[in-house]
């Protein structure tokens, strides 16, 4: 069960700042209900305050759903208890009238607590629209600041991902540069070797450096 008075303080709080003020005029979907918001906690850990806050709005959506579905079956029994009256009044059976009133009376007594009853949870429904836009909102400025705490963790490991990348470019261009120089000074060597000494003289060096595990490459 979210805690009342850390949501309280919580909404008290961004309410003072400026975030609540740039939310204002925005329609903020609900955020439990909309499946982009929870795709991006995919990999990001929902902080204490944001759950209690989704807890919240959750609550509110359920009262809402609650009062309306209450609200649906008072009507009815209303309408029921109405029919009721309005039968017992067209029956023209005067033998059984005492009861015939009490019942109405009943009837009546029950439509007035059913009138009441639709009265609070209207008043209630009325009130829920701005008590959800608001918890919600406060949802929305708990997830935007770990959003854009996470945008800047992210772009810091971009950064520093990038330099590494650098550095490693300029070192593979220099070790490139070293194993061609080395290749074309191995060509120069052997070449060399090859017509001074001739084929026959340089097959047998092959031989004994390649046991010696420098083979050479010609």
């Known amino acids: 069960m979210a805690n009342e008075t850390e949501i309280k303080a919580n909404s008290e709080k961004l309410e003072n700042g400026k975030f609540m003020e740039a939310l204002s005029d925005v329609k903020v979907p609900l955020l439990p209900l909309d499946q982009k918001w929870h795709h991006l906690f995919m990999g990001i850990e929902k902080t204490k305050e944001i759950k209690a806050a989704e807890e919240k709005v959750d609550e509110l959506l359920k009262l809402q759903g609650k009062l309306n579905d209450d609200l649906k079956n008072l009507k009815k029994v209303k309408n029921n208890l109405m029919s009721s009256i309005v039968d017992n009044m067209d029956d023209s059976d005067s033998s059984d009238k005492k009861q015939r009133d009490k019942k109405m009376e009943e009837n009546r007594k029950l439509i007035d607590e059913a009138n009441a009853k639709m009265e609070e949870i209207e008043d209630r429904l009325l009130e829920l629209p701005r008590d959800l836009d608001a918890a919600n909102k406060v949802l929305m400025v708990l997830s935007m600041d770990i959003c854009y705490k996470k945008l800047r963790d992210n772009a810091r ?8 990348i650098k550095k490693m470019r300029v070192e593979l261009k220099k070790n490139i540069i070293i194993k061609q120089a080395n290749e074309h000074k191995n060509e120069e060597i052997y070449a060399y ?12 060096f092959d031989l004994k450096y390649d046991e010696d595990g420098q083979v050479l490459d010609n």
Do not use: N
């Not at 070797?193 to 047998?204: F, N, S, T, Y």
């Open 157 to 164: 490991q971009i950064e520093e991902i990038g330099s590494w």
């Open 193 to 204: 070797m090859h017509d001074i000494l001739g084929p026959r003289a340089l097959d047998v």
